[in-house]
């Protein structure tokens, strides 16, 4: 039995409208509508919500709707991709701080002669390639999200 058939077999059981429903869990007739026609479903928060008010299991909505069940592990993956996206932007925006505060101190040095040095203890490959390698960290990890996320 496809979700859409078990929402209204329910709602049917309990012997409200499509408005009652729409009323208890907060949501426009129409949203309910569409439900159980099988053009849309509800989020993973609604369908929570749906178990707990017909004492049913989220198992027992889910398990035979296979589109259903598609779209709840997509919406879970795109809950994780913030998460991710954040780190990994964060460590190419350190890279390009980096690199651009070595240009900023390679122009100073150069043109007023200041003796500034940054990461002294770093071996100079290391400190040469540290920003870069940063940025493209990030960059390629960003893109492997789209991937694996979206």
């Not at 989220?58 to 954040?86: A, C, F, N």
Request: charged share 30%; net charge negative; aromatic share 12%.
């Amino acid at each position: 039995m496809f979700f859409s058939e078990r929402l209204k077999r329910e709602r049917e059981k309990e012997g409200w409208s499509q408005t009652e429903l729409a009323e208890k869990m907060h949501v426009s007739r129409q949203s309910v509508s569409k439900w159980e026609t099988g053009k849309n479903y509800p989020n993973i928060e609604v369908i929570i919500d749906l178990s707990d008010l017909f004492g049913i299991t989220i198992d027992e909505l889910l398990r035979s709707d296979e589109e259903l069940k598609e779209k709840v592990i997509q919406d879970g993956k795109k809950l994780e991709y913030p998460k991710w996206k954040v780190f990994f932007d964060s460590v190419f925006l350190l890279g390009a701080f980096l690199l651009v505060s070595k240009i900023i101190i390679f122009a100073l040095h150069y043109f007023f002669g200041t003796n500034i040095l940054m990461l002294e203890d770093l071996p100079e490959v290391v400190s040469n390639f540290l920003p870069l390698t940063l940025m493209l960290i990030g960059g390629v990890g960003s893109d492997q999200l789209k991937d694996k996320y979206i």
